[in-house]
């Protein structure tokens, strides 16, 4: 999970564990977790798409 560069630093995007893509914002986060980030309208990856390898589709 990427957070923001605000000063809440909210969830920005969502990645698996070895994408390229993901700085140093990211940080570990829980199959559920993303699950339900993504439901609440958190980008996922373009590149890694976990939100496919999560079965969380669109």
């Given at each position: 999970m990427e957070r923001g560069i605000s000063a809440?630093?909210?969830p920005a995007r969502l990645h698996t564990g070895d994408?390229?893509?993901a700085g140093k914002r990211c940080v570990p986060a829980a199959a559920?977790?993303?699950r339900r980030l993504r439901a609440?309208?958190?980008?996922?990856?373009?590149?890694?798409r976990p939100d496919t390898a999560l079965g969380v589709l669109e």
């Open positions: 809440g630093r909210l994408c390229g893509d559920e977790q993303v609440q309208g958190v980008l996922a990856c373009i590149h890694c």
